[in-house]
């Protein structure tokens, strides 16, 4: 470590001011505090003492997510290898997707020495990685040029910020999405929801879902549909052969059948609470994200208030409707309020997206309304339009634009009680 300190020392006056390198400031920064800690400090009165910053906050936030990026290795390999070993399915013909089939089929067999067996971990870890590496790389390689880019042109320092949103998104993706759409969809959340309004901290949208909306509606066909959740359902697949989510199945399914949801999607609640099921890549396990919910809680990174109020906001709206299924011809409402919990993208949403700290409420009591919220309008969504069978990405947004609105309320609730308890006659 010190051989690489002196040789960062060696080379700064390049990037300081009036150095040839000067432009290229920001990367010598960003690489110099992620190696070390900044020498710079608060020289004058500081109001806030802390010992956490950006970086550790954000090295947090990754450390959480290390239970969903096992998850979704190992789930994505396992529903592939699933599909091929006791199916009958074939590996999914395709290019645009990272490796070509016939490279990542010899880098598998061949040069690993694996097999498609469901019941092998490692071949299911190994196989998950060959679909979720490519993603994640191309999404870091666009996205990270964006935020250089940005940097190098106002001038500023590198935003950690961006590891977090680098992870998130490919989480939130099917395995089988085509790389150009990976960069194309980052590219629109880091520059859209985020640049054009200052950068780091000063966008009112989560990058990561803002991403992930634009590609759900300009490139549906990739983003929604039995082929898309698992890398062995290909168009040259076994007939018959899906790999629909529980939302899928239940949106579909004929009302009659929907009183009984392990029927209609042929999985258990336990099945969607481990993550054993089709989805994106990360979303899937409930208790990974418990894991990575305590992990933020504890460090006082992720707020409670907002996953409590998701969580009551939730279950208060989806037993309302499960009150009345049976004047419906709707078979969503057959959905109980524990089985809205463990579907879809909910656990995910709530944990990682909904407590953004920049984009979410900043008040205690408005943490609180916020969450309840996003809680009440993933259910409405998932429930009442059919045409979004998952409704956490489209809540957790409209959640963004309405959170200024919320803090604004509370903070003007305050003045006029404050005013109210002090007048004087």
């Excluded at 599909?83 to 645009?96: C, D, W």
């Excluded at 909306?213 to 168009?235: C, I, K, N, P, Q």
């Amino acid at each position: 470590m010190k051989f690489l300190r002196k040789q960062l020392d060696m080379v700064e006056p390049l990037f300081k001011k009036g150095g040839k390198l000067e432009k290229l400031y920001p990367l010598y920064e960003a690489n110099d505090t992620f190696l070390f800690t900044p020498g710079e400090v608060t020289k004058g009165t500081s109001h806030v003492r802390d010992a956490i910053d950006m970086k550790r906050m954000m090295s947090t936030v990754i450390v959480a997510l290390v239970p969903c990026i096992l998850m979704a290795l190992w789930n994505t390999g396992y529903q592939a290898n699933l599909a091929i070993a006791e199916q009958g399915a074939k590996p999914l013909q395709t290019s645009i997707t990272g490796l070509d089939s016939i490279t990542r089929d010899y880098l598998f067999t061949q040069v690993l020495g694996m097999e498609y067996d469901p019941h092998n971990p490692i071949a299911n870890l190994v196989h998950g990685a060959l679909w979720f590496l490519p993603v994640y790389i191309a999404c870091m390689a666009v996205g990270g040029l964006c935020e250089v880019t940005f940097a190098i042109i106002r001038g500023h320092e590198i935003n950690e910020g961006f590891l977090v949103s680098g992870m998130l998104f490919p989480l939130t993706l099917p395995p089988a999405i085509p790389l150009w759409q990976v960069g194309l969809g980052i590219a629109f959340g880091i520059v859209v929801g985020k640049e054009i309004f200052g950068g780091t901290g000063k966008n009112f949208l989560n990058p990561a879902l803002t991403a992930r909306a634009f590609l759900y509606f300009a490139h549906a066909s990739f983003m929604s549909g039995d082929r898309v959740w698992t890398a062995a359902a290909a168009e040259n697949g076994v007939d018959g052969w899906t790999a629909a989510t529980t939302l899928g199945s239940m949106a579909t399914a004929d009302v009659a059948q929907a009183a009984d949801v392990n029927a209609v999607s042929g999985l258990s609640w336990f099945d969607c609470f481990m993550g054993w099921i089709p989805g994106s890549m990360g979303e899937t396990s409930t208790l990974a994200c418990l894991i990575g919910a305590a992990i933020l809680i504890a460090s006082g990174i992720g707020s409670w208030r907002i996953m409590t109020g998701v969580l009551l906001g939730a279950i208060g709206m989806s037993c309302m409707l499960y009150a009345f299924r049976e004047y419906s011809d709707n078979s969503m409402v057959y959905l109980s309020p524990l089985r809205h919990l463990v579907v879809g993208g909910f656990a995910f949403g709530t944990v990682f997206m909904a407590t953004d700290p920049v984009s979410a409420s900043m008040t205690e009591s408005g943490k609180w309304w916020y969450g309840g919220l996003i809680g009440v309008m993933t259910v409405l969504i998932r429930v009442i339009n059919p045409a979004f069978a998952e409704g956490i990405m489209l809540a957790i947004l409209f959640g963004n634009v309405m959170a200024p609105l919320i803090d604004y309320c509370v903070i003007q609730s305050n003045v006029k009680r404050r005013a109210a308890r002090y007048a004087t006659t």
